[in-house]
Each structure stands twice: as structure tokens, then as C-alpha cells.
């Protein structure tokens, strides 16, 4: 595991479903156009052929196209694939520009985590597939709310729930294997590798995260390219 090699800052947005990413992340690009930084905005699962492929299963509540249940980990390697055809994209792009995700490796942490999957065999399978072409933002921010909050919201939208949303009790253990993140990468990667996670407050008003998440994001923009 390495920190992001290239010039330009890479940013990414995690958190539970229904946590507020989107809409965070519209705001984001918002701000983004305003000082004209010219940040790429990416996310995961792509829709390349492995994202279309995990999308399918989620909507299909877990099971292929055959009608088999997917087990965990085999659905977490189809995202370690698709991570890995993101990462080669992701490293073109920060030649030139910043980038900010929609989830990264730390969903596959926590969402694996919660279904029962070994950190171990996430991290080792990961670095695995992905190999050379693994590396970490410069900043991970979790937007953290509680499971019912996040439920609810999803549900107050009308928004048809795919396997890893529509249960609570799963939503709970989800945003448990997030809050539990540092420890698990510092666990795994001993003190020599400190990832930057930060957490924000999801049940805050959007303004106020998207206020947050900027102040967070803007030192590392300025350092790195000397924006804003």
C-alpha cells in the first residue's frame, strides 16, 4: 500500500448508503466550478464491465445472472476488478487533475467486513488483484450518520434499495466497520502507514458538510497545486 504518487490531489467521499454522498458531492463540484480547479469526478462501482456486472447483482439481491447467490467474496473481487480498471483511469487523470471518488478501497473494507469477510483476506486479495496499481488518497472522508437516519432518508426519496441498503441491521454493521476503519488499517499496516480518515457529521444540514468538507479539502488542493 502506497499514499497517491502523482501531483495532484485525490480526494474520496465515503460513508454508509444514504449518508448524504451525493449530494455532498454535487456541492463539491459546485465549488469545484466556482474557483475553476477542473477536479475530475469519479465514482465506484465504475461502468465498466465489472461495475455493471456488481450493479446487477445489488439490484438482483445478491444473485447473478443465473440466479445464484453471489457469495461475499466473490462479489468483493469483482469489485477489486473493477477497482483495478478505476485506478489505471484514475492515474491518467491525476497527471494532470485532481480527482474526487465516490467510494474507493475503504467501501470494500467496510461493506466486506460487515458481511463477514476476514480484513485480511480483503486486504491481501486487494493488493493481489490491484497489485502496483494500489495506492491511497491524500484524504478519505467518511460522512457518518446513524443507520435509521440513513434509511430513512433513502426511504422519504423513494429510492428502490439494492442488497447492501435495504436492511437496517446491516446498514448498522456497515457504518460500524467505517467507524472502526483506523484501527483495522492501523491494525494491518502497523504504525508505519497513517491513512487520512477523516469524519464528518452527515446529519448536519448539506451546506454545513459540504462547509466541512471543504475546509478539509482546500489545505491539501493548495499544498499540492497551490489553488485557492
Request: include cysteine; hydrophobic fraction near 35%.
Amino acid at each position: 500500500m502506497k499514499r497517491n504518487p502523482y501531483n495532484f490531489p485525490f480526494v474520496v467521499i465515503e460513508g454508509i448508503d444514504g449518508c448524504g454522498k451525493s449530494t455532498l458531492i454535487e456541492k463539491l463540484r459546485q465549488w469545484d466550478e466556482r474557483y475553476h480547479i477542473g477536479s475530475i469526478f469519479t465514482r465506484e462501482p465504475t461502468h465498466g464491465k465489472y461495475g455493471e456486472k456488481i450493479r446487477r447483482i445489488l439490484q438482483n439481491k445478491g444473485m447473478d445472472e443465473n440466479g445464484l447467490f453471489v457469495d461475499s467474496c466473490s462479489l468483493q473481487e469483482l469489485y477489486f476488478y473493477d477497482r483495478l480498471e478505476h485506478r489505471r483511469i484514475e492515474a491518467v487523470f491525476l497527471e494532470r487533475y485532481p480527482v474526487i471518488s465516490d467510494r474507493d478501497f475503504e467501501s470494500s473494507i467496510a461493506y466486506g467486513i460487515s458481511e463477514g469477510v476476514k480484513p485480511e483476506w480483503l486486504f491481501n486479495r486487494q493488493e493481489e488483484i490491484v497489485s502496483n496499481n494500489l495506492f491511497v488518497s491524500d484524504l478519505t472522508i467518511v460522512l457518518d450518520v446513524s443507520a435509521e437516519t440513513a434509511l430513512e432518508r433513502q426511504l422519504k426519496a423513494g429510492k428502490k434499495l439494492d442488497y447492501f441498503e435495504a436492511e437496517l441491521e446491516k446498514k448498522k454493521r456497515i457504518r460500524e466497520a467505517y467507524l472502526n476503519l483506523p484501527r483495522i488499517l492501523t491494525n494491518f499496516y502497523n504504525s508505519s502507514f497513517q491513512h487520512n480518515i477523516q469524519f464528518i457529521d452527515a446529519s448536519k444540514m448539506p451546506d454545513e458538510i459540504a462547509d466541512a468538507a471543504i475546509s478539509l479539502i482546500q489545505p491539501i488542493f493548495e499544498q499540492k497545486i497551490g489553488v485557492l
